[in-house]
């Protein structure tokens, strides 16, 4: 089973409406609150472009590029797997716009999507930015990125 396969599989199954109001209600009462508890810049600044490697946002430009010799191979194999599963979130999230089940304006529901990629990086031992410097390295050092498509 390929990690993406595998990273697919551990999701929950695809939340009902009943589900999304549930958490939109939720939702909104936390956003009300959340500014008051959350220090500016921290990880829930971030759009959730900025998880997938595509439209980074500005926030996510100005974090400097990893040298390759920074990257241990722990944080870059903690990488891979968060990486696998901040994508299938992504493309869950895609397939529910396109199905009609969820409103792409709806911040509420990015929120959601938000918060479930930054809790799946913060479980695999990496912060926001060191997954967006990763993220960022790879694209740019051939050396690194040579070590990850090496990676189970």
Do not use: C
């Given at each position: ?52 490697g595509?439209?980074m ?34 493309d ?44 960022k ?16």
């Amino acid at each position: 089973m390929t990690s993406m396969t595998h990273a697919i599989a551990q999701l929950p199954p695809a939340p009902t409406r009943a589900d999304w109001k549930a958490l939109a209600v939720a939702g909104a009462l936390a956003l009300a609150v959340l500014p008051a508890l959350v220090p500016a810049g921290s990880a829930t600044a971030y759009s959730w472009k900025s998880y997938s490697g595509a439209g980074m946002d500005s926030a996510a430009n100005t974090i400097p590029v990893q040298a390759k010799d920074k990257v241990t191979d722990d944080s870059l194999k903690s990488f891979k797997t968060a990486k696998a599963t901040v994508m299938a979130i992504k493309d869950e999230w895609q397939n529910r716009v396109e199905r009609g089940e969820v409103d792409p304006e709806d911040e509420t529901a990015q929120e959601v999507v938000r918060i479930q990629m930054t809790a799946t990086i913060e479980q695999n031992g990496l912060s926001v930015d060191e997954y967006n410097r990763i993220d960022k390295a790879l694209k740019s050092d051939e050396e690194l990125r040579r070590r990850y498509h090496e990676m189970p």
